[in-house]
């Protein structure tokens, strides 16, 4: 046999071997895809923006090299102020590396925070440009960390990622309803708690944002005594919100023995309560603190005209003051 009848033999031998392994490695992609310890194969419109190196990536080695360097080059993006262009290069990352947090989180925090804030405050664009594209900035961010939990449904700091910025008076509460804003950021706060894996806080984040929603007082109450019987030790938050749910369901209660049942002594209620009175962007519920704290000023010394209750207090937050 010559040597050129050899080689084809031995290709012709490969590629029937290739032949008999294709269904098996098929299935067994697919069952590794299915339990997340294979990325999916990439979609062509990625193939199209990363160009060449398309065919190396889709075999797979190669995708989170190609995800890490191509998330520097979103940092050059970022530091030149290029937002389209972040954008654009952090669509391709995540669908190099669907299951890597880090980028999700990344690509949502610059639009969210750092491009909204560069739209808001740059005063070469017109105003209502400027207002929009601070506006869809946060919407953009919005959208791209629920695009990151439905590819990452058991990740609770997505969860969390999410929930803080529906919960933020500055971001998507200050040019949309609050009261959904806050529901929204509720369910995505106790959707991380239901992982199991969620950080501390999250069940009392859960609770400032249902507080926050008018006809959902008793859940908040029903949550704020969960959360109160897990931890005694409660953060001041916690502590105001026991006061003014619970003075919400029995508005005839004393409310300075509603107060001693709930806080260390009165000189920590008056300060709590004023500083929960006086936080009016944040849309804390305020009910019974007007009552009780003239009681407290009273007791402590406090004089008239140094009253909480006169302290000249901010509008919500409005993307239109001060621009």
Known sequence: MTQGKKYGVLVLAILAAGGLRLPFERSLTNDL?????????????????????????????????????????????????????????FDVIVDLAPRTRYYWDTGSWHQAYNAASYYLYESEIPPLRRKLAWRESILKGQAFLER????????????????????????????????????????????AVETGNARGYAKRAALYSLARVPGREMDALALANEIRKENPRLPPTVLGLLYTLNYHEDPAQDVLTLADSIFPNR??????????????????????????????????????EDSVLKVKLLSPMNPDEGR
């Open 33 to 89: 895809q299915a339990a997340n310890l294979l990325p999916r194969k990439l979609e062509m419109r990625t193939g199209e923006k990363i160009g060449q190196t398309f065919s190396a990536v889709s075999l797979g080695g190669l995708r989170t090299l190609i995800a890490t360097l191509l998330n520097l080059r979103a940092f050059s993006f970022f530091s030149e102020q290029k937002w389209v262009d972040v954008e654009d290069t």
């Open 267 to 304: 000189k920590i209620a008056y300060e709590i309560l004023g500083n929960q009175w006086m936080r009016t962007r944040d849309y804390f519920p305020v009910d019974g603190i007007a009552r009780v704290m003239p009681l407290l000023e009273k007791e402590l010394g406090v004089s008239e």
């Open 148 to 191: 990151g939990i439905r590819n990452n449904p058991d990740d609770p700091k997505l969860y969390e990622g999410l929930g803080v910025l529906l919960s933020d008076s500055n971001k998507i509460a200050a040019f949309s309803s609050p009261n959904e804003a806050y529901e929204k950021s509720y369910e995505a706060f106790m959707a």
